[in-house]
């Protein structure tokens, strides 16, 4: 087919653009999973490993490992509940946030403030925050012991050693990670809700609905796509936590805060330089998190546009098959 004078082929300038990503999702992403995938079936370990040999016997020998390791159990079962405490009241609050800023019927004055400083935990880096939270709540001196004694919630000369404690540390650790992600969870809701169309508001207004309904009605369904998003990246990285529980309490104490993630920098480069067992635990948080992405994918779908889809697919093969009689003379 000849091309036309004139006319002018972008196509080709998005194939170039996009070659800078493709390079470094091949070389940085796509390369460390699949070797990672293959130290799995391996027996590398060692701080100078010798040549790599395939497990013949048992290839998956690593993972049956790490599956029954008490020790990465507890990580996983960290891991999910310290996710829990946080995401919950994280996706509530920036929920309540979120429809509060865009009421109409509130006029908020100086939003834009208000955003900002409760974005700022997430411009912090994980490293100042775990520091600052540790001075909080330090033993035997620190602010938070001596606000406790002074208001006399705690005997005075008695501190509360909370880096010690189970419960505290993983309830610490929580609120960590919680208020350092709710401002930017709010954000990404926000930007879902100003992308419906002020139209669909104004009918429910109309209608008489209050704040509640209209939240519930109007505003949840419509935003369905971006609570995916956020549940997904969330559960991403709430599974793959490590900066706060590492740098806060080292996964401590008595590996209360230890995660998945912990366990797997300890497996293969906390003396055992295990890196088989590493990759192993590595690729089941993968799959782990690739199960738990698919069902949140299932549950969340738009059930309606999929109905709509699949009446559309019918009609226009309906119309293909007419269009088909009538070529060949049918009627």
Known sequence: MKKKKGVVRYSKYGYLFSIPFVLAFLVFQLY?????????????????????????????????????????????????????????????????????????????????????????????????????????????????????????????????????????????????????????????????????????????????????????????????????FTLVTSLIGGLNMFDIPKLFLLGGPDSATKTTSVYIYEQAFSGSYLYNRAAAASMIMFIVIMICSSFLFILMRDRDAGGYGKAEAKRLKQQAKLAKKAAKGGF
């Open 32 to 228: 460390p999973i699949v070797y990672t995938a293959v130290i799995g079936f391996t027996d590398l370990k060692g701080v100078v490993p010798p040549a790599i040999h395939f497990l013949k016997d048992d290839p998956f020998a690593n993972f049956r490992t790490v599956l029954t390791s008490n020790s990465f159990k507890v990580a996983f079962k960290n891991t999910v509940i310290i996710w829990l405490l946080n995401f919950v009241p994280q996706i509530l609050l920036a929920l309540l946030l979120a429809a509060w800023f865009t009421d109409r019927r509130w006029n908020i004055k100086g939003q834009g403030i208000y955003k900002v400083l409760l974005y700022m935990p997430n411009i912090i880096t994980a490293a100042t925050i775990a520091i600052l939270f540790k001075s909080f709540f330090d033993y035997p001196k620190s602010p938070v012991n001596d606000l406790l004694m002074k208001i006399g919630i705690l005997p005075q000369g008695q501190p509360f050693n909370f880096p010690l404690s189970k419960k505290w540390a993983k309830g610490l650790v929580a609120f960590i990670q919680f208020w350092m992600w709710y401002g930017y969870t709010m954000l990404i809701l926000i930007s879902g809700i100003l992308g419906i169309s002020p139209d669909i508001f104004d009918a429910a207004e109309v209608d008489g609905a209050n704040k509640i309904q209209t939240f519930f009605k109007v505003t949840l369904p419509n935003i369905r796509t971006i609570l995916l």
